[in-house]
């Protein structure tokens, strides 16, 4: 077991996980204390590169290139001042404040890329995320897509297109589960997949599938156990995304338990079989497995971190959860904050000053949760939220291109964290050129 090299001179900050949290802080963290020689900043991940997960459902619908908004962790640890390591944490030591991580295999050759490693920390910085939770239905991981990484959003993209192609090229009738999609949880994940997904499909076969007519042959199942869709969020938001993707004929359906899939569509409780070629499974959130073994730290029935105010974990003061794989108080209120971009955003800005605090012997001060509403995008059509907070003098509701520019605002205010305003202002006008000599949605 390989232990990697450290200055054991310099307070030694791990992270483990790049998503929102973890890439914002370890970058800010890296530009306060690793460039001035204060701290040694780590972060471990074991993806190459980072996209910001909300925008993942544009991936699958082919309306944004994955390679035109990845950050690679190599160069933004060199730009940044901090050091990444590639690997997968398996396992902690607490008593000798170690992390364990995994060998790496390239997915693609089979090799090994790093052998299992151990890395020392004095404070530890947990924010591996969140996955889809399946809870145990037969079917889901042979037979549906998860939009968690944007591998599989590529992977579903990929299928997309084939099914398009194969249809089109095929001389016998098409059958009762071709080119139907069927799209399982309506969280925002699954409500704004289901309208990108109406746009990019006619935008597809506009480019010579002319045997596809859009408006007979593709349909869209949004399929939701609870009672309305968007359920986390308020109840207006819910009514107008409903009525929207209901003009757009996508076919909403509430209170419908999904069984089993199969590789010809998706069984409900009801006894009914819906044909699809396409399942997504866009329901129920849960942390990684791993986090509910870890040397005595509590988690809860989803194996998220239980943290106090200070975002310390409740039997160890020397290790934090951020984001969705930390049940964080919801201070003011019952319950914990919800799994959201901005919660992990607020968490990474807080722990910047706290762990610059800890190191210098003050005590790390209570954080509170800021909600400043939510947005739902329902792709070209509309954009449907709630502003919340002084800002606005309360709650106000916001649709339409308003709306639209907000919700872009929040990835550009990942980018600012990131990049810094000269760059996000550079990426973004080079994206927006590139755009007008590329095809409206990706072909392949």
Same mark, same amino acid.
């Given at each position: ?179 139907? @999609?069927?799209? *399982? %949880?309506?969280? $925002?994940?699954?409500?704004? =997949?289901?309208? #990108?997904?109406?746009?990019?499909? +006619? ?115 020397? @290790?934090?959860? *951020? %984001?969705?794989? $930390?049940?964080?108080?919801? =201070?003011?209120? #019952?319950?914990?904050?919800?799994? +959201? ?104």
């Amino acid at each position: 077991m390989g232990k990697d090299k450290d200055c054991s001179s310099l307070h030694r900050i791990v992270i483990v996980g790049g998503g929102a949290g973890g890439l914002e802080l370890a970058t800010r963290l890296g530009d306060t204390l690793g460039r001035r020689g204060l701290a040694q900043v780590t972060l471990i991940e074991k993806a190459r590169t980072h996209f910001w997960k909300p925008h993942l459902h544009e991936i699958a619908a082919g309306t944004v290139d994955l390679h035109t908004h990845a950050v690679d962790y190599l160069a933004q640890s060199h730009w940044h001042c901090f050091r990444y390591r590639m690997g997968e944490m398996t396992g902690l030591d607490r008593e000798r404040r170690e992390v364990h991580v995994a060998p790496f295999i390239d997915p693609d050759e089979g090799e090994e890329v790093t052998g299992q490693r151990v890395f020392a920390y004095d404070t530890l910085v947990i924010a591996v995320g969140s996955l889809n939770n399946d809870f145990g239905t037969p079917g889901v991981q042979e037979h549906a897509i998860l939009l968690e990484t944007p591998a599989q959003a590529e992977r579903f993209h990929r299928r997309l297109v084939n099914a398009c192609v194969r249809a089109h090229a095929q001389s016998a009738p098409l059958r009762p589960e071709q080119l139907q @999609v069927a799209i *399982i %949880g309506a969280g $925002a994940t699954g409500v704004e =997949l289901a309208a #990108e997904l109406h746009h990019t499909t +006619r935008t597809l076969v506009s480019y010579g599938l002319d045997r596809i007519d859009p408006e007979r042959d593709i349909r869209i199942e949004l399929i939701e156990a609870g009672p309305r869709i968007l359920g986390a969020l308020p109840e207006r938001m819910s009514a107008s995304a409903r009525a929207l993707l209901e003009k757009l004929n996508v076919s909403v359906r509430t209170h419908a338990k999904v069984t089993a899939v199969t590789a010809t569509g998706v069984q409900l409780a009801s006894g009914e079989t819906i044909p699809a070629e396409l399942v997504v499974w866009a329901a129920g959130v849960k942390a990684p497995e791993f986090l509910a073994t870890l040397d005595g730290l509590e988690a809860n029935r989803i194996n998220q971190l239980v943290v106090g105010p200070t975002l310390q974990t409740t039997r160890d003061e020397n @290790v934090f959860a *951020i %984001g969705d794989c $930390a049940a964080a108080p919801w =201070l003011g209120r #019952e319950g914990t904050v919800p799994p +959201r971009a901005q919660v992990a955003h607020q968490q990474a800005s807080h722990l910047v000053k706290q762990i610059r605090r800890r190191m210098n012997g003050q005590p790390t001060q209570p954080w509170r949760y800021r909600d400043f509403g939510s947005l739902v995008s329902l792709g070209k059509y509309s954009t449907v939220g709630n502003l919340m907070g002084s800002l606005v003098g309360g709650n106000m509701w916001i649709e339409g291109l308003f709306a639209r520019w907000m919700y872009q605002s929040l990835y550009k205010l990942h980018e600012l964290a990131l990049h810094g305003a000269w760059k996000t202002t550079l990426g973004t006008a080079a994206r927006f050129i590139a755009r007008r000599t590329a095809p409206r949605v990706k072909l392949h």
